[in-house]
């Protein structure tokens, strides 16, 4: 029988896990599809400290399922390790929701850029100016030198304790946020499967197609 825990991480371990395959995205799992507003309308979420769902892992082998193509998914590539991986996390629920986090918090997909505006205290879809002293770039927040080079550079503005003060509120919001992790153990893949088409809620709905195409997955333990 399935048994299931709450868990509670924290975006850096989440995007850790995501880039050395701790938590992996299974190939039947639909193309990334949010639109700039709504990964802005997730940032907006955490930074006021809402809750922004739960997302839902079943615990496999690495070889369970065919994993998504980084392409479509923007999931991202893994990053090489010193040790090999006899588990992962495969996302059921919330695939979207992990790809726009990452995405625009550390990735490098120009689509996702998400800026903040320190003295309006609000974010852009857009930087509306290259000189505008009081925007930062989301992605910047995860980046130990860029973060470093921004507390330097408002440190030498005109209104530096302001700037800073915001700044370390915004970065203290989003380091110190954390996402409860639903992890669904003891399952074979026809289970896993059968869990991904009865909880398909969050994001914008799989079609029909998508979900029998789920269902059908081969299962590789099983001969032909």
Not at 19 to 37: C, H, L, M, Q
Not at 125 to 152: C, H, I, N, P
Request: glycine letters at 4%; zero cysteines.
């Amino acid at each position: 029988m399935a048994r299931t825990e709450l868990t509670m991480v924290t975006l850096i371990d989440l995007f850790h896990k995501m880039e050395d395959g701790g938590i992996s995205a299974p190939a039947y799992t639909r193309a990334f599809v949010w639109n700039k507003s709504r990964i802005v309308d997730l940032l907006e979420s955490i930074y006021q400290g809402y809750p922004i769902g739960t997302i839902l892992v079943v615990e496999g082998i690495p070889d369970q399922f065919e994993t998504a193509d980084v392409n479509l998914s923007r999931f991202p590539r893994l990053k090489e390790t010193q040790y090999d991986r006899y588990s992962t996390l495969w996302v059921i629920d919330g695939l979207q929701r992990l790809i726009a986090l990452y995405g625009s918090l550390k990735g490098d997909y120009t689509d996702m850029e998400v800026y903040f505006d320190l003295r309006q205290d609000r974010f852009l879809q857009k930087t509306r100016a290259v000189s505008d002293d009081s925007v930062v770039k989301m992605s910047s927040l995860f980046d130990y030198v860029k973060f470093m080079g921004l507390q330097e550079k408002f440190f030498q503005s005109e209104h530096s304790a302001d700037l800073v003060g915001s700044l370390n509120q915004l970065h203290r919001a989003f380091i110190e946020y954390q996402i409860p992790l639903q992890v669904v153990r003891d399952v074979d893949m026809n289970e896993a499967v059968n869990v991904f088409a009865r909880l398909n809620k969050s994001g914008l709905a799989l079609s029909r197609q998508e979900i029998e195409r789920a269902k059908n997955q081969p299962d590789p333990k099983k001969p032909s």
